[in-house]
Structure formats: structure tokens, C-alpha cells
């Protein structure tokens, strides 16, 4: 089992499980046989602030319920110290609530599947869109 460093931001008024976040990463990080030490930000935000992100690094004036930012855009970086810094994920947490309720899930369970989904693009494998 490899050092998993997970960051996380939470803006003040979401009640979040950081452990469980933490343990989604740690589990697809060991699930894809990634053997260096590992650094991962997540960061859950509101609506607006995920507006404004998407607007700027999308194009698209909308909300959505995650988005992830390579440091590396798929080229993995060893750092000198041999950490491998993979980026940011960034939730939306009131459309987190809104997906979970369209899917009848529990919202701790969309928000790992959405982790998850993230921390697979930053990993440079994507879905077929």
C-alpha cells in the first residue's frame, strides 16, 4: 500500500466525509497499481463557484457536478521528491445532492462515484464520450 496524500477543501456550510473520501482515492490509486507516493486535491464547492469554473475552463455558463484538472494533463510528473501530484477534483455539492436524488442514491455514494470518475481522468483514463 502506497502514501496516499489526499487535500481537501470544503467550503464551510457542506457536511462531508473526508475519511471516505480519502479511502475512495487511496482504493482506485492501489486498484490501478500505481506505485509511487500519490497527492490528490479535492475541493467541494457550491453551485456558483462551480459556474464560474466551469465557464472559465469549459466554456459553459452552467453548473455541473464534477470537474478535474491535471497537473499534468495525462503525462505523469514526479515531482523531486517522487510524489506524483495528479490535480484537483472539484464537486459540486448541491448537484451532487441533485444527482443522488435523480438516481435514488445516497449522497456519500455519488459523491465516491464522482470522486472516483475524477480521480480516473486525472489517472488519464477516460470515458468514451
Partial sequence: MNKVNVLIFVE????INRKRIKGVIE???NKNEIDSPVEVSVAIVGDRKMRSLSKKYKGEDKTRNILSFSQTEGQPVQSPNDILR???IVLSFPQVIRDASR???LVDDKVDELVEHGLMHLLG???EE
Avoid: P
Avoid at 12 to 15: E, F, L, M, P, V
Fill in 103 to 105: 438516481d435514488e442514491m
Fill in 86 to 88: 495528479l490535480g484537483d
Fill in 125 to 127: 483514463l477516460h470515458h
Fill in 12 to 15: 464551510s456550510r457542506y457536511k
Fill in 27 to 29: 482504493q482506485t490509486v
